[in-house]
């Protein structure tokens, strides 16, 4: 949803503004563009495209200068074009403007300003910004900022720069991320983490409405009324290398196989590995509160969205406490019915999604505890709830979701054994199972993800195939959904992921041999009824690549290909099903010469409603 960098210090600040704007393009690439100040004169370079583009732009005639501001953009108003590229200027290119987010009273804004003699050349909302500011600019660059901002209404992460007051780049935010960065002699701003770590780890995360004043030597931040703030600076502990491809031909490729390290950190500190006990002094939530709850409501969007779909199952299997997962989006505008003794669980890898934050909010206002699985330090939704459990993926580039996904769900795994015992509803020899066995899987996922070549190979025979059926049922569902949103995300082949049961209500109306159907079928208590559903399938002359468990000897004789998963309890298959299904949409997606890591009209980190 828009990526904003900064620069102010000493070097030059254009390769580093181009650096940044490369490590935030996950977050919109439709456009992107910089603003250089120097001999007070801001020169802007502009262009629709990637980051890629702007940089050859550059490469001829890069502006000189030691301040600056870049941009890499997800349109919002305005088709992505030149002209409504950022950065935005006002009237005398005195002012300059990067902007994420949405001014939801841009036209009226606009309008006033028109009339006052501004003359707008873009489409955007974002235009509006350096006018007012122009407009509310007296002699003071920060509180221009502040009195513009007082008149906004939406959402916004800012950064501006000023031939007037030079030495200075002023930030704010609200509903949008920004953290300012902190170097020896000199300062940087960015939207995520990534876009700094080469420079620096110490950082300050802005706060809803703070206004940043940052020159090279340090940085003063006030509230919206004006009160002088001591904000933490927070030193991250994410390496470099962890934002490198490390050989890999994409970062999607390498967060697949970064899988089995994730699923270790997920366990580190929670489960005791040797007594094979749940380490409650590290997993959230009070005592009493996991005693009183008498429903869980669980809210997120996208993959994030399927994973709480099967923690529904997760928890209800064993603690037996009754679940409703609902997409954040919809939540929101319904009526809330959540009470005190309901536990609100928010799942967002980025921690900044605007329809979970949302939901989040709403969830507070209805009383509710709030729990929030999140991978980001410091976002908007681990701020605002009331425990996190972090699901300790390490940043996750790739604008897909793979290795965060299965964090999610190992999370939930432990999150759900935790309260089974807590509320006794498991004896401790189940929970000893159930932990015996997730400590295992980080081998099985080895073993899965040794047969990509395998997934190579069907990847040939499945790539030219238009349309796609994924099915599951019980708690592989939500993978059969995850599995269809991965192909037709990073392919744009079209996918639809259905429960297995519901096959005969409609889609199979739509089967035959053009139209190839994935199937998760690993040996659980539902293995029959799926098989029925497959031979049903093949009756319509379908192609039926089957998910099937090691050592089943009947599943090749009915499915025309299988990829084997290792055997595990019922409950555990999905962190195993849903890999095979991410390679084999990673190999489909390559070969058809995709750009994986950036999928067309997609955004890692999905800020506006
Ligand atoms: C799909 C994908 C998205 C996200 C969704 C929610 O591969 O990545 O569907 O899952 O945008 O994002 P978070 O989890 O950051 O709230």
Known sequence: MCGIIGYIGSKEAVPILLDGLK???????????????????????????????????LEKDAPKGNIGLGHTRWATHGKPNDINAHPHNGCNSEIVVVHNGIIENYMSLRERLILEGHNFISETDTEVLPHLIESNYHNDFTLAVKESLKEIEGSYAIGVISTRDPGKIVASR?????????????????????????????????????????????????NSKGKILHKKVINIDWGE???????????????????????????????????????????PLPLDRIKEIERISILACGSSYYTALAGKYIFEELTGIPVEVDYSSEFRYRKILLGKKDLAILISQSGETADTLAALRACRKAGSYILALTNVRGSAISREADSVMYIKAGPEIGVATTKAFVSQLMCLYILSLYFAQVRKTLDLSEINKIISELIKIPQMVEIILLKEPEIIKLSEEFHKYHNFLYLGRGINYPIALEGALKLKEISYIHAEGYAAGEMKHGPIALLDKTFPVVVIVPQDKVYTKVINNIKEVKARDTLVLAIATEGDKEIINIADKVIYIPKTLDILYPILSVIPLQLFAYHIADRLGCDVDKPRNLAKSVTVE
């Not at 603003?35 to 802007?44: M, S």
């Not at 902190?182 to 990534?194: K, Q, V, W």
């Not at 580190?268 to 006990?277: A, D, V």
Request: hydrophobic residues 40%.
């Open 174 to 222: 609200c509903g949008s991320p920004l953290i300012i960065g902190i170097g020896e002699g000199e300062m940087f701003l960015a939207s995520d983490i990534p876009a700094l770590l080469i420079y620096t780890n110490r950082v300050i995360f802005l706060e809803e409405r703070e206004i940043a004043t940052i020159t090279k030597d340090g940085v003063e931040i006030i």
């Open 241 to 283: 290398e962890m934002i490198e491809k490390s050989g890999y031909k994409h970062f999607m490729l390498k967060e697949i196989f970064q899988e089995t390290m994730v699923i270790r950190n997920n366990l580190e500190g929670r489960i005791n590995l040797s007594t094979k006990t749940l380490q409650p002094e590290n997993l």
């Open 23 to 57: 490590k935030l393009e996950y977050r919109g690439y439709d456009s992107a563009g910089i603003a250089v100040l120097k001999d007070n004169k801001i020169k802007i370079v502009k262009c629709k495209g990637k980051v890629a583009k702007l940089e050859n732009l």
